[in-house]
C-alpha cells in the first residue's frame, strides 16, 4: 500500500475514513497554499504595480486563505498526520513587474476553479461525516467555512475589477 502520508490523492473508495479526512485536508491546504494569491502575499504584494485598494483587498483575502491553511494544518496535526509540502509553479516568478490590474482576471478565474475544487472537496467531505473514528465534521464544516467565504472573495474581486475599469483613463483614439 502506498504511503498516504505523502500521497493526498488516492482514490477513497478504498480507504478508512480517517484516510478519507487527511486527504481531504492536504488537498485543501495545497489548494490555498499553491495559489496565486497565495504566491503573492509570499512575495510581498506591497512591492507590485498597482492600486492601493487592490492590494489590501488581496492582503485580507490572503489572510482569510491563510486561516483555512492554518486550520486544516492544526486538525492534521491533532489527528498526527503529516503536513502536506506544497510549492508554486515557477510561472508566478514572471509576475513581478506586472501591475496587479492587470493579473486581476488572472486572480478571478483562478479563484473560480479553486471555488470549484472547494465543492469537490465538500462532497468527498460529506461522504465520511458521521462515520466512527473519524473528526470528519470539522473537516466537513472548514470546507463549508472555506467555499463561502471564497464566494464572498470573488465577489470583491469582481467588484474591484469593475472599479478599475470604470477609473481607467480613457485611451487616445
Known amino acids: 500500500m502506498p504511503?498516504?502520508?505523502r500521497d493526498c490523492f488516492r482514490d477513497f473508495s478504498t480507504?478508512?475514513?480517517k484516510q478519507?479526512?487527511?486527504?481531504?485536508?492536504?488537498?485543501l491546504v495545497r489548494l490555498?497554499?499553491?495559489s496565486p494569491l497565495m504566491y503573492l502575499s509570499?512575495?510581498?504584494?506591497?512591492t507590485y504595480r498597482g492600486d492601493e485598494s487592490l492590494k489590501l483587498t488581496l492582503v485580507d483575502v490572503v489572510s482569510d486563505h491563510q486561516n483555512f491553511v492554518d486550520r486544516a494544518e492544526t486538525i492534521l496535526v491533532a489527528e498526527q498526520f503529516?503536513?502536506?509540502q506544497s510549492f508554486f509553479p515557477l510561472a508566478f516568478t514572471g509576475w513581478h513587474d506586472v501591475d496587479l490590474g492587470f493579473l486581476l482576471p488572472v486572480l478571478i478565474t483562478d479563484l473560480q476553479k479553486r471555488e470549484n475544487a472547494l465543492q469537490n472537496l465538500r462532497d468527498?467531505?460529506?461522504g465520511i461525516?458521521?462515520?466512527r473514528g473519524s473528526g470528519a465534521d470539522k473537516t466537513a464544516e472548514l470546507v463549508r467555512e472555506a467555499i463561502s467565504s471564497v464566494e464572498g472573495h470573488l465577489e470583491m474581486l469582481r467588484q474591484q475589477e469593475r472599479r478599475l475599469k470604470n477609473n481607467a483613463p480613457a485611451t487616445a483614439s
Open 3 to 5: 504511503n498516504l502520508r
Open 15 to 17: 480507504m478508512t475514513s
Open 20 to 27: 478519507n479526512e487527511e486527504v481531504v485536508l492536504c488537498r
Open 32 to 34: 490555498f497554499r499553491q
Open 42 to 46: 509570499d512575495s510581498n504584494v506591497w
Open 82 to 84: 503529516e503536513l502536506p
Open 124 to 126: 468527498q467531505a460529506d
Open 129 to 131: 461525516v458521521g462515520q
